[in-house]
């Protein structure tokens, strides 16, 4: 494994290591020295930081996370367009980092590894917040006003994640590779086939 040299800082390199450690190999099979060594760091540089190897894999998660979650505060999602180019940036962020999503879905759903209290937390803090751009939608009459603001969210990770986590089969099946134009393209044609049904077809709360 390559040593990484760049002038970043101490606390960036050692991120940019467990980033490449993680990834890659399991969680219990990476060790403190790998990082370390890896970032061209001393060990103790990771106490310093992160307290621990959780400690350090869990802000790992948190900076890899943040543009996502920090969109949701910007102007991105100020009207039904934005949904492309927020597509656009998450597929664009996962791209950069293939194995990320599929290392969320083995905390989460299959319990392996730590972190799946913290990853809820941030994955709460996104629902939180996009339900409150939902809301502002519906005030400016975007959207329909009687709209399930879970089903909007589940709908909307479902056309996010699920080109990233079987890009390989479908570039099989497809005969095509998934590059980044053939995503900004799919950003676009998902993010206004989403943004038509915001306009009063999708399902509405029971009872509704």
């Known amino acids: 494994m390559t040593t990484l040299t760049t002038d970043n800082s101490v606390r960036a390199r050692l991120l ?9 190999d399991d969680y219990h099979q990476v ?17 310093y930081y992160f307290g621990n ?15 996502l979650l920090n969109a949701l505060d910007g102007p991105l999602l100020e009207t039904t367009g934005g949904f492309s180019d927020y597509l656009k940036l998450y597929y664009e962020t996962m791209n950069e980092k293939p ?28 629902r939180s917040k996009g339900a ?17 603001p879970d089903f909007l969210r589940l709908a909307f990770v479902s056309l996010a994640m699920t080109p990233v986590l079987l890009k390989n089969i479908f570039e099989e099946q497809m005969a095509r590779p998934m590059d980044t134009e053939f995503f900004r393209q799919l950003a676009l044609f998902n993010g206004q086939l989403f943004a038509a049904g915001l306009s009063g077809g999708l399902p509405r ?3 509704a």
Not at 16 to 24: E, N, P, V
Not at 35 to 46: D, G, H, R, Y
Not at 132 to 148: C, F, H, M, N, P
């Open 16 to 24: 940019l290591a467990a980033q490449q450690c993680f990834l890659s």
């Open 31 to 47: 060790s403190t020295r790998q990082i370390a060594e890896l970032a061209n760091a001393n060990v103790s540089m990771i106490r």
């Open 53 to 67: 190897k959780e400690g350090l894999y869990e802000e790992m998660i948190r900076e890899t996370l943040s543009p």
């Open 99 to 126: 194995e990320f999503p599929k290392l969320i879905l083995k905390v989460l759903a299959l319990n392996q590894g730590p972190g799946r209290r913290f990853i809820q937390q941030l994955l709460e803090r996104g």
């Open 132 to 148: 409150r751009r939902v809301g502002e939608l519906k005030a400016s009459a975007q959207i329909a006003t009687d709209i399930d």
């Open 205 to 207: 709360k029971q009872g």
